[in-house]
């Protein structure tokens, strides 16, 4: 299971589902987390054809039912799914995506050569 890393991190947190979707409900339980229903009132009227693709309108989305939810409760985690298939919107669950982005400071040349060197994954 994808979720199965963050589970242990999220057991101790508020977590927030701001959806009322009983898919995303079952997800959730089925993973043993324990969490509260939020639904979002953030309205999904987004224009699909102005975004840029299916993953940027989903991204869109969840973000604005995130924050959203988060002005109301001032705290907590908002877990939105949204997937794509086929260049297309797939708006019931089947998949899991998850995106990371790492900001590293400076680091000169010797240092990253001693990182590659010393044989740690990447």
Known sequence: MVLLPVLGKLQHKRVVLASASPRRREILSNAGLRFEVVPSRF????????????????????????????????????????????????????????????????????LLWEYIHSGEPM
């Open 43 to 110: 309205r999904e009227t987004l224009d699909k054809a102005a975004a840029p693709g299916p993953a940027g309108y989903a991204e869109h989305t969840a973000r604005h039912k995130a924050l959203e939810v988060a002005r109301r409760l001032h705290q907590g985690v908002a877990v939105v799914f949204c997937s794509c298939q086929d260049g297309r919107l797939v708006t019931d669950v089947r998949t899991f995506h998850e995106e990371t982005r790492v900001t590293f400071s400076e680091l000169s040349e010797e």
